[in-house]
């Protein structure tokens, strides 16, 4: 695809005062990315040039857009002297001949969707809907296939009223289209704005070709509460899990799971219901069993839970982690950890057995310490390690064993049990006799 063809901006500068949250709209979550996230991403798969249009909470609009693209211009609007869509657009200086104009809210957005704008010629190119009940929409008026005018509802007459056609928001000019038409743009309304649908009137009043593209309505749908919100991320998600199970993926139950947008898959994988798999997790020829997390870690050749816990920077080789086990910024090479343990800051060698209620006591309140287990070693139940500390090759942990830091030697026995002490007919002198 030749992306020297369109310039692409992407208006990201209003306050979204429905999602009535204090965060920037475009900066909610969309499987687990801001809104603007996607929207960027499927432009940069069509054009080289990409202006990010900012106001409201600019500063971290940028940087966090600028933690996933090094590529992309940022533009400042003077919302106070220039409001509006149409004030947006003061300052934008396209590249190429053709510029499409995006909302920040369309998280659903995709380049092929997008197609569409760059086979046509016109102009002016306006997305429309048909909706059945265009209730609330101002109405888009056309004949003989083109554009005539855009009337509100408040203001439209029975015949406008009946029409079902309604502005889809999104806009492909031409360059000189923009460089003609924005600065002509006037305020003169009583919101005081500048309104970029005015360009559409005054173009046609130039007798300019202003050409309507239907679009479909899931693809352009904007995302103004958190409801809106709800709606496009189940849209998202299963967009995501039907192309991991088009590439293999086995999933039990997918409308119960959630896999963010940067996981990865390979190999031959399985999925339970009720699983949670977010960040840049990559699995590998694994198995994750039902009501499960994973964050932001690698299984390779494994198999978690059920109702297991892979918190972020775990990685996972060879190895079995079973039911109501949690495993945090640890490596783990051919080990079984069945069931109950808490297993953080650690590295775990092949070979290795992790007894139920293991718990490496990574944390002293102020500082943490890493746990490192060598091969082979069998670790009893109800072992608690205090970090920091190594059990080398080939070493029992005796169950209910306390390991202070340090190390325990390869090939030794660790046991800090303390002798067992009956007192005979306690019971019944404490309760007495029932």
Do not use: W
């Not at 743009?185 to 009583?190: E, G, R, T, V, Y």
């Not at 219901?273 to 390779?300: F, L, P, Q, Y």
């Not at 169950?399 to 026995?413: K, N, P």
Request: glycine share 8%; charged share 25%.
């Amino acid at each position: 695809m030749n992306k020297d063809k369109i310039s692409i901006v992407i208006l990201a500068a209003g306050k979204g005062s429905r999602m009535k949250s204090p965060k920037a709209k475009v900066l909610h979550n969309i499987s687990g990315k801001p809104m603007l996230y996607h929207i960027i991403k499927a432009s940069r798969e069509i054009s080289n040039d990409i202006s990010v249009v900012v106001a409201h909470q600019k500063e971290a609009v940028i940087e966090q857009m600028s933690e996933y693209f090094d590529d992309i211009h940022f533009v400042v609007q003077d919302a106070e002297n220039f409001p509006g869509t149409g004030g947006a657009m003061k300052n934008i200086a396209p590249k190429n001949n053709k510029v499409l104009v995006l909302n920040g809210d369309m998280p659903l957005i995709t380049s092929k969707a997008l197609e569409g704008f760059l086979e046509l010629d016109d102009d002016v190119i306006m997305s429309i809907f048909d909706l059945k009940d265009p209730n609330g929409y101002g109405r888009v008026i056309i004949k003989d296939e083109h554009v005539q005018y855009i009337v509100e509802q408040k203001d439209a007459n029975d015949a406008e009223l009946n029409a079902t056609t309604v502005n889809a928001g999104i806009y492909a000019f031409s360059k000189e289209v923009i460089e003609k038409y924005i600065p002509l743009l006037s305020n003169d309304n009583a919101q005081k704005e500048y309104y970029l649908t005015d360009v559409i009137s005054i173009a046609k009043k130039d007798g300019l070709s202003i050409v309507p593209l239907l679009v479909d309505e899931e693809h352009f749908k904007g995302v103004n509460s958190k409801k809106d919100l709800a709606d496009s991320e189940e849209i998202m998600q299963t967009r995501i899990k039907t192309a991991h199970m088009n590439n293999g993926v086995i999933m039990q139950l997918p409308s119960t799971i959630y896999i963010e947008e940067g996981v990865k898959f390979e190999g031959e994988c399985i999925v339970e219901n009720a699983c949670r798999i977010t960040g840049n997790s990559h699995i590998i020829n694994s198995h994750i069993k039902a009501g499960s997390v994973v964050e932001d870690s690698i299984m390779k050749n494994s198999d978690c839970g059920p109702m297991a816990h892979l918190r972020p920077l775990s990685n996972i080789e060879d190895t079995h982690i079973g039911n109501f086990v949690e495993v945090k910024k640890s490596s783990l090479k051919g080990v079984k950890a069945g069931h109950l343990s808490y297993l953080g800051d650690s590295e775990i060698d092949e070979g290795t057995n992790i007894g139920a209620g293991t718990i490496t006591c990574n944390y002293d309140g102020i500082k943490k310490y890493k746990t490192i287990i060598g091969k082979n070693v069998f670790i009893g139940s109800d072992t608690q390690l205090i970090a920091p500390v190594t059990i080398e090759d080939d070493v029992m942990i005796a169950a209910g064993t306390t390991v202070s830091s340090g190390t325990v030697a390869q090939g030794s026995l660790a046991l800090s049990r303390v002798k067992l002490k009956t007192v005979k007919n306690f019971y019944y002198k404490f309760f007495g006799k029932r």
